[in-house]
Structures are given as structure tokens and as C-alpha cells.
């Protein structure tokens, strides 16, 4: 259990933010250096977290989940990328599949795979990128055939988190192909089955501790319980948890910059030149004050987006802002921090450096900003 205070009140995110920033500096940080270096897979940092609630935080506690909303939700992923950005994208991803199987699953799935998932005794993988098929979904060309006793699962998937040492993945695949989007369905996939191969690990720019690669299915036998949900009903299934992923990411993304303003602070008032601390030099203090004001009006916005959902209210606009405003407000604070530790935040080893490689990524997965930027607009215009 994460919590045991009453659900939804100022003491619970007071006491989710507490809890979890305490993890992140103690058991986290001291190691990103490391984890980013080496590309390590944090197991034991991960076992730790789900020991902690910390997987598939917005899932009933009877199935092992945390049991908070996405407000704490989005407490949580900031606190964790503080730490290290890698551990709280497996937090999201993990939230992503545990609230499809919570929300679509048959009693028998939710009972199969839930628990094992929080508990982290099953590594999951989100399988829907592929060559074609990115920012449009509806582009993919992975099938999942009808057979007598089941389905037959044919195609590949590109840059999938998890997919070298993936358990299980939740695969959206062409059912009706005549039917473009309406003819989507989402099935869970023994990753380990005959006719299932992984490509090699992706070598990254940043966020290394997030290991990616490409997955491929050769006429997979699936059984008919691997069906997630309603048959043809995947890709609007997909939908359907998407805005609660770019409030992940977007509280992130907060993280990340959060942590380059904190760096940069400290290193402002111990830097010295022409025999002044750099904090007194009014150009840094406006670089400063900059940052804390962008970091906090992206704070704003993912707030107010994750209380939307909480609140079952149309949330589209909102958390398409609260993403894409967030990501950009990571990669350009981290660039400023890096500015402010001149030459040292261009070398490999200072935090700041390794932030700036984290946060690119933020502007480009759970929907590119250059879409989230066209929903915003469609939302606007309707």
C-alpha cells in the first residue's frame, strides 16, 4: 500500500511527494551516474519501488497497485525523474499496461497478471511503434489472424521499451484490415512464445537506463484469452490511455527540470569568477529565475490536466498542453543550466549534462510535440 491516509486530500500528495522524493535522493540519484554509464537495468531499484507501491500507482490495492489517482500519479513521476528520469519511465510504462488490463481485462487477466506486474515479477513492454507507424497509429501493419483455436500474430514493432527483457507485451494488431482504425485489437503476449524474436538493444542519447529495441512475430499462436478487450475496439482502448500517459511524461519532464534548477543553484552560489560568486551576477539571477517560473507554470498545467481526469472531465486540450509544454520547458531549462555550469556542464560525469540528454526524449515519445501542438489546435477549433 502507498498510502494510508484518506484518498485525495493535501496530507496524501504532501505525504506521496515526501515518501517518494526520500527514495529518489537516498536510493535513486546516487546511482543515475552509474545506471546511465553502464545502461543498466536497475533491478533491484525496481524491486524496491514495487515493494513501495510504486508500480501501477493508480491501480486498486487489492491487485498490488497503489491506489491513488493521477493527481498522485503525477507527484510520483516527478519525484521519481528527479532521481533518474529512466526509473520513473518504467513507473509510466508500467502504469500504461496495468490501466488497460484494469480497465479492459476479463476477471481471469486482471487476476493472471495484475499483481505479478506491481510486484515486478513480470517485466512488461507497451508494443505499438513500428517502421510506419509512429505518431500515426493507424499505419501498422501487424496482423493478428483468426484460427480455429485462437489467433496467429504476424509483423514487428520498433523502439519498444522493455523489449530486450520483456515478459509481456501488450501488442496492437490489424484484425479487419478493411476496417483501418476500427479494425485494431489489443492482445497480451507471452514474449518468451515460439516464433517471437528481439532485435538488439538501441545504443541512446539519453534516458539510457531504458533499455529499447525492436520485437518480431512469426505467426505467433495466441491463444483466444490473449484478446484484451473487445475485438476491433483496440486502437480507441489505446486512446483511451493515452492522456493519462502525456500527464506522466509531463510530470517527467518537471522532474528532469526541476533537477537541472537544483543543480544550477547550487552550483551559482559555490562558483566563483573575477572574485565574485556567479549568483550575484544579475544575468545568472535572471537565468534562474526563468527557469523556476517555466518549471512552475509546467507544473500548472500537468496539475490541472491530471485533475481534469480525476474529475472524468474532457481532458484532451489539457493534457496535450501540460505534455508538450512540460517537455519543452525540460529541454530548454536543462540547456540553461548546462549554460550555467559553462564548460564543466558540457563533460560527462556533471548531472546536468546527463539531464540535457534526458529530457530530448520527453518532446518526442507518448506523442510528438509537433501533435500534441495539431490536437491543441483541433480542440480549438472545434
Given at each position: 500500500?502507498?498510502?494510508?491516509?484518506?484518498?485525495?486530500?493535501?496530507?496524501?500528495?504532501?505525504?506521496?511527494?515526501?515518501?517518494?522524493?526520500?527514495?529518489?535522493?537516498?536510493?535513486?540519484?546516487?546511482?543515475?551516474?552509474?545506471?546511465?554509464?553502464?545502461?543498466?537495468?536497475?533491478?533491484?531499484?525496481?524491486?524496491?519501488?514495487?515493494?513501495?507501491?510504486?508500480?501501477?500507482?493508480?491501480?486498486?490495492?487489492?491487485?498490488?497497485?497503489?491506489?491513488?489517482?493521477?493527481?498522485?500519479?503525477?507527484?510520483?513521476?516527478?519525484?521519481?525523474?528527479?532521481?533518474?528520469?529512466?526509473?520513473?519511465?518504467?513507473?509510466?510504462?508500467?502504469?500504461?499496461?496495468?490501466?488497460?488490463?484494469?480497465?479492459?481485462?476479463?476477471?481471469?487477466?486482471?487476476?493472471?497478471?495484475?499483481?505479478?506486474?506491481?510486484?515486478?515479477?513480470?517485466?512488461?513492454?507497451?508494443?505499438?511503434?513500428?517502421?510506419?507507424?509512429?505518431?500515426?497509429?493507424?499505419?501498422?501493419?501487424?496482423?493478428?489472424?483468426?484460427?480455429?483455436?485462437?489467433?496467429?500474430?504476424?509483423?514487428s514493432k520498433l523502439w519498444i521499451n522493455n523489449a530486450p527483457l520483456a515478459d509481456i507485451g501488450i501488442v496492437l494488431a490489424r484484425t479487419d484490415p478493411d476496417k483501418g482504425h476500427r479494425g485494431m485489437s489489443v492482445f497480451i503476449v507471452d514474449l518468451n512464445s515460439e516464433g517471437v524474436s528481439r532485435g538488439p538493444k538501441e545504443q541512446k542519447m539519453g534516458?539510457?537506463?531504458?533499455?529499447?529495441?525492436?520485437?518480431?512475430?512469426?505467426?505467433?499462436?495466441?491463444?483466444?484469452?490473449?484478446?484484451?478487450?473487445?475485438?476491433?475496439?483496440?486502437?480507441?482502448?489505446?486512446?483511451?490511455?493515452?492522456?493519462?500517459?502525456?500527464?506522466?511524461?509531463?510530470?517527467?519532464?518537471?522532474?528532469?527540470?526541476?533537477?537541472?534548477?537544483?543543480?544550477?543553484?547550487?552550483?551559482?552560489?559555490?562558483?566563483?569568477?573575477?572574485?565574485?560568486?556567479?549568483?550575484?551576477?544579475?544575468?545568472?539571477?535572471?537565468?534562474?529565475?526563468?527557469?523556476?517560473?517555466?518549471?512552475?507554470?509546467?507544473?500548472?498545467?500537468?496539475?490541472?490536466?491530471?485533475?481534469?481526469?480525476?474529475?472524468?472531465?474532457?481532458?484532451?486540450?489539457?493534457?496535450?498542453?501540460?505534455?508538450?509544454?512540460?517537455?519543452?520547458?525540460?529541454?530548454?531549462?536543462?540547456?540553461?543550466?548546462?549554460?550555467?555550469?559553462?564548460?564543466?556542464?558540457?563533460?560527462?560525469?556533471?548531472?546536468?549534462?546527463?539531464?540535457?540528454?534526458?529530457?530530448?526524449?520527453?518532446?518526442?515519445?507518448?506523442?510528438?510535440?509537433?501533435?500534441?501542438?495539431?490536437?491543441?489546435?483541433?480542440?480549438?477549433?472545434?
Open positions: 500500500m502507498l498510502v494510508e491516509l484518506p484518498k485525495n486530500s493535501a496530507d496524501t500528495y504532501d505525504h506521496i511527494r515526501d515518501m517518494v522524493g526520500e527514495f529518489a535522493r537516498e536510493q535513486i540519484r546516487p546511482h543515475a551516474a552509474r545506471i546511465d554509464q553502464e545502461e543498466e537495468f536497475p533491478v533491484e531499484i525496481f524491486k524496491q519501488m514495487a515493494g513501495l507501491g510504486l508500480f501501477g500507482v493508480t491501480t486498486p490495492e487489492k491487485y498490488g497497485g497503489g491506489g491513488v489517482d493521477c493527481y498522485g500519479y503525477a507527484v510520483i513521476m516527478e519525484e521519481l525523474a528527479k532521481g533518474y528520469s529512466s526509473v520513473a519511465d518504467q513507473c509510466g510504462l508500467v502504469e500504461l499496461v496495468t490501466t488497460l488490463i484494469h480497465q479492459y481485462g476479463t476477471r481471469e487477466q486482471k487476476d493472471r497478471f495484475l499483481r505479478p506486474i506491481t510486484a515486478f515479477d513480470l517485466k512488461v513492454a507497451y508494443c505499438l511503434t513500428e517502421a510506419e507507424a509512429g505518431s500515426d497509429l493507424s499505419g501498422i501493419k501487424t496482423t493478428a489472424v483468426k484460427t480455429d483455436s485462437g489467433w496467429k500474430l504476424s509483423g534516458q539510457r537506463g531504458s533499455h529499447v529495441g525492436p520485437l518480431f512475430f512469426d505467426k505467433v499462436y495466441l491463444p483466444d484469452e490473449s484478446l484484451l478487450g473487445d475485438l476491433n475496439r483496440g486502437f480507441y482502448m489505446i486512446m483511451s490511455v493515452l492522456e493519462k500517459g502525456r500527464v506522466g511524461i509531463g510530470a517527467l519532464a518537471i522532474g528532469i527540470a526541476q533537477a537541472g534548477l537544483e543543480a544550477a543553484l547550487e552550483y551559482a552560489k559555490s562558483r566563483r569568477q573575477f572574485g565574485s560568486l556567479i549568483s550575484e551576477f544579475q544575468g545568472v539571477q535572471w537565468m534562474l529565475a526563468q527557469m523556476a517560473m517555466e518549471i512552475s507554470a509546467a507544473r500548472g498545467l500537468v496539475h490541472r490536466a491530471a485533475l481534469l481526469l480525476d474529475n472524468d472531465k474532457v481532458a484532451t486540450e489539457a493534457c496535450s498542453m501540460a505534455k508538450c509544454f512540460a517537455s519543452d520547458v525540460a529541454v530548454r531549462q536543462t540547456a540553461e543550466a548546462v549554460q550555467i555550469f559553462g564548460g564543466s556542464g558540457y563533460i560527462k560525469g556533471y548531472e546536468v549534462e546527463r539531464l540535457y540528454r534526458d529530457a530530448k526524449i520527453t518532446q518526442i515519445y507518448e506523442g510528438t510535440n509537433q501533435i500534441q501542438r495539431t490536437i491543441i489546435a483541433r480542440q480549438l477549433l472545434k
